[in-house]
């Protein structure tokens, strides 16, 4: 297993078009997490999956933004009507966590987009 | 909510130097973890180092320890011994020890600087 792998690196996109981001965590982890970063700030908590379930989302997720985790694997990630606003860094994690204890995330590279 | 400030939007130092880097954050609860990330320019985020806020002893990885000061809410990093390769940007981070989302609060980061 190579780590988290995230698709395409970066995108660069016209307003108002659609984009999806693909993310393949790591194979023993439980747990799939979407984060965003701008420039010079720390991520943003997104949304998260439990196997398949996503089971929480930031209100930072507007109705723009969709995530799906089908059969518990791999994650896309949506935006729809893209917005200058969106332009920023897409990180994907993925963790372990037994009962409560977590061994801390494994983030994949990111994909950065740019919304023009 | 959790929040999570590193107050050194900078710093720089020469090759072999300690250099430490601080960290506050803000709760109310008694059990969560507390991370350090370190994210190369360009490169994916990595785990640095992880405390358990009940363990009172400071977690330590070869060159990189911690000091925590859990009346303080003070979770510093020190770097012994910097390295080129140690230039990045460091990111404390919070996540609290209890079922749900187990997210992580990042601060607004320290770029470090290495010189030769």
């Known amino acids: 297993d190579t780590g988290v792998s995230q698709n395409p690196r970066h995108k660069i996109t016209k307003r108002g078009q659609n984009v999806t981001f693909r993310c393949d965590p790591i194979s023993e982890h439980n747990r799939l997490y979407w984060y965003r970063q701008t420039l010079g700030q720390g991520p943003e908590f997104l949304t998260y999956?439990?196997?398949?379930?996503?089971?929480?989302k930031s209100r930072l997720l507007s109705d723009r933004f969709s995530a799906e985790r089908p059969k518990g694997s791999f994650s896309t990630l949506e935006i729809q009507r893209t917005e200058q606003g969106d332009s920023a860094m897409y990180l994907c994690?993925?963790?372990?966590?037994?009962?409560?204890?977590?061994?801390?995330?494994?983030f994949g590279s990111g994909t950065r987009l740019t919304v023009v | 909510a959790q929040t999570v400030t590193q107050s050194q939007p900078e710093m720089s130092v020469q090759e072999a130097e300690t250099v430490t880097l601080s960290c506050t954050y803000d709760?109310?609860?008694?059990?969560?973890?507390l991370f350090w990330y370190k994210q190369p320019p360009s490169r994916q985020m990595i785990l640095v180092i992880r405390?358990?806020?009940?363990?009172?002893q400071n977690a330590t990885e070869n060159r990189f320890s911690v000091n925590f000061q859990k009346a303080a809410k003070s979770f510093s990093l020190k770097i012994s011994d910097s390295q080129l390769g140690d230039t990045a940007m460091y990111f404390c981070?919070?996540?609290?020890?209890?079922?749900?989302?187990?997210?992580?609060?990042f601060g607004q980061g320290t770029r470090l600087t290495i010189n030769p």
């Open positions: 981070a919070f996540m609290r020890s209890t079922q749900g989302a187990q997210k992580l609060v």
């Open positions: 709760t109310s609860e008694n059990n969560y973890y």
């Open positions: 405390q358990e806020a009940y363990k009172q």
């Open positions: 994690a993925s963790s372990l966590v037994v009962l409560i204890t977590s061994y801390g995330y494994t």
């Open positions: 999956f439990q196997n398949e379930a996503q089971l929480e």
